[in-house]
């Protein structure tokens, strides 16, 4: 009985250490991995409740705990973006058609809305291109087909394939989008790494460091990797 409540107990764990890792991680700390992180980890444990004889109300206590402790994050528009625009999951994070629905046609408003945006800081500084006098008058088919811009870039994007973060370049509006939702991170984990590794330069024996040398330093030390590829690329 001990040896198979060990065994459930580190199958129901795995998930959610594995979860951990991923929002306390450095390289990909955006706030959009919060919510498809939740929805796999939930997924995940509802797969092996079934399966479990001793272990079932540790999994149940651990879908409690994340009910109430991220309650109502997924109906908050700026999550919905923040893990929209994340090219790793764009929709696959949602798990019935109405969901998809609601975050497409969110989307659409929020590129519509920095189209928009541009469009007002092109014609303040005047280079948009001046209408003739009676422009009014002529309508054409192809004209109808301007108001579509924003769909035309959500429904590009949605349906490419590439998951890197490079492939945001090719969607202007969806990159602006991913700047501003994104800037939030989903743990503070890589802050406190970040103050550890000032408290290891900053050392009774280094107590005289000026504000603006410790800072260099400690730019230094956390970019220690891309210092390095420097030094090869010079040499």
Not at 39 to 54: G, N, V, W, Y
Not at 73 to 99: G, V
Not at 102 to 112: F, H, P
Not at 201 to 207: A, H, K, Q, S
């Amino acid at each position: 009985n001990e040896r198979m409540f060990l065994k459930e107990y580190c199958c129901v764990l795995q998930p959610l250490a594995s979860a951990l890792d991923i929002l306390q991680a450095e390289s990909k700390c955006f706030i959009g991995y919060l919510l498809p992180t939740l929805a796999s980890l939930r997924t995940k444990l509802q797969a092996i409740k079934p399966t479990l004889k001793m272990a079932a109300p540790l999994v149940e206590a651990i879908l409690t705990s994340l009910k109430r402790r991220f309650e109502g994050y997924d109906l908050r528009d700026e999550m919905i973006i923040a893990s929209l625009t994340l090219p790793q999951f764009r929709l696959r994070w949602l798990d019935d058609n109405d969901r998809r629905n609601y975050a497409r046609n969110l989307l659409y408003e929020q590129v519509l809305a920095v189209q928009q945006v541009e469009m007002q800081a092109e014609q303040q500084n005047g280079s948009a291109e001046m209408p003739q006098p009676d422009d009014d008058f002529f309508m054409f088919v192809a004209d109808t087909f301007k108001q579509t811009d924003e769909t035309a870039e959500v429904d590009m994007y949605l349906s490419d394939t590439s998951r890197d973060i490079e492939s945001l370049l090719k969607f202007p509006c969806i990159l602006k989008l991913f700047k501003r939702y994104n800037t939030s991170l989903p743990s503070s984990a890589p802050v406190e790494r970040l103050f550890s590794l000032a408290g290891q330069i900053l050392t009774p024996r280094r107590n005289r460091l000026t504000d603006s040398h410790f800072q260099r330093q400690l730019l230094l030390r956390a970019n220690k990797v891309f210092v390095a590829q420097s030094k090869i690329f010079t040499i």
